[in-house]
């Protein structure tokens, strides 16, 4: 299949691709967040982000500008994770446990949506791009087997497969094709490899941690998205 082979719908949604810091492994805000959203996305309920976001709102306009998502994300964890002091908890959370992903987030939409740091969001848009900061951290760790926050350049397939299966898998009895396998995204694989290797001059053993995968692979999307600007064009146009 490849990034070929999923249609131009798959090489669409592919660009969608940026995330958070390498601290997401260990840190325990970021980690809290990101299992909350995944969680709420399975669920279908973002009761707790609609909050959230009402309380990044202080015009009461229905507007958050892209630089306070920071807010949004310390006041959510405030709502759902806060256990006081006093009862054995980290206290609240403050704007500052959150600079990386608010900075990662900022970045994901500028390059990806073309947004400055100061356009105004709705709730129905800043939780739409939630959702793709979130999906390639997952991927990533379904195929980091042996949990320690790294996986090998050798098995980015593995990520491009798991990421797939998460946002674009549609079983056979719903008419869809059935989950991919590694073997669907050899082409991508191969190429990420040799473009790491010619770059940054890594080997296929070389065990990459989360942001050192994220930064390489917004390199290697804005690479294929050059290469087939046509293809995009017409995606989004069949896709709208």
Same mark, same amino acid.
């Given at each position: 299949?490849?990034?070929?082979?999923?249609?131009?719908?798959?090489?669409?949604?592919?660009?969608?691709?940026?995330?958070?810091?390498?601290?997401?492994?260990?840190?325990?805000?970021?980690?809290?967040?990101?299992?909350?959203?995944?969680?709420?996305?399975? !669920?279908?309920?973002? %009761?707790?982000? $609609? /909050? #959230? *976001?009402?309380? =990044? +709102?202080?015009?009461?306009?229905? @507007? &958050?500008?892209?630089?306070?998502?920071?807010?949004?994300?310390?006041?959510?964890?405030?709502?759902?994770?806060?256990?006081?002091?006093?009862?054995?908890?980290?206290?609240?959370?403050?704007?500052?446990?959150?600079?990386?992903?608010?900075?990662?987030?900022?970045?994901?939409?500028?390059?990806?949506?073309?947004?400055?740091?100061?356009?105004?969001?709705?709730?129905?848009?800043?939780?739409?791009? !939630?959702?793709?900061? %979130?999906?390639? $951290? /997952? #991927? *990533?760790?379904? =195929? +980091?087997?042996?949990?320690?926050? @790294? &996986?090998?350049?050798?098995?980015?397939?593995?990520?491009?497969?798991?990421?797939?299966?998460?946002?674009?898998?549609?079983?056979?009895?719903?008419?869809?094709?059935?989950?991919?396998?590694?073997?669907?995204?050899?082409?991508?694989?191969?190429?990420?490899?040799?473009?790491?290797?010619?770059?940054?001059?890594?080997?296929?053993?070389?065990?990459?941690?989360?942001?050192?995968?994220?930064?390489?692979?917004?390199?290697?999307?804005?690479?294929?998205?050059?290469?087939?600007?046509?293809?995009?064009?017409?995606?989004?146009?069949?896709?709208?």
């Amino acid at each position: 299949m490849g990034l070929r082979g999923l249609g131009v719908k798959g090489l669409v949604l592919l660009a969608f691709a940026f995330a958070v810091d390498a601290a997401s492994k260990v840190d325990h805000h970021t980690v809290k967040m990101h299992s909350s959203f995944i969680k709420n996305r399975n !669920e279908q309920d973002f %009761s707790d982000w $609609e /909050k #959230a *976001f009402q309380m =990044a +709102d202080h015009n009461k306009d229905g @507007l &958050v500008p892209v630089k306070d998502a920071v807010k949004i994300f310390k006041d959510h964890y405030n709502l759902v994770h806060h256990i006081p002091k006093e009862k054995g908890g980290r206290g609240p959370a403050a704007a500052i446990h959150f600079m990386d992903d608010g900075s990662e987030f900022e970045k994901m939409v500028e390059d990806m949506m073309k947004w400055s740091p100061e356009k105004e969001m709705t709730y129905k848009e800043f939780i739409r791009n !939630e959702q793709d900061f %979130s999906d390639w $951290e /997952k #991927a *990533f760790q379904m =195929a +980091d087997h042996n949990k320690d926050g @790294l &996986v090998p350049v050798k098995d980015a397939v593995k990520i491009f497969k798991d990421h797939y299966n998460l946002v674009h898998h549609i079983p056979k009895e719903k008419g869809g094709r059935g989950p991919a396998a590694a073997i669907h995204f050899m082409d991508d694989g191969s190429e990420f490899e040799k473009m790491v290797e010619d770059m940054m001059k890594w080997s296929p053993e070389k065990e990459m941690t989360y942001k050192e995968f994220i930064d390489q692979l917004h390199i290697y999307v804005d690479i294929k998205h050059k290469e087939r600007g046509s293809l995009y064009d017409m995606a989004g146009k069949i896709f709208e």
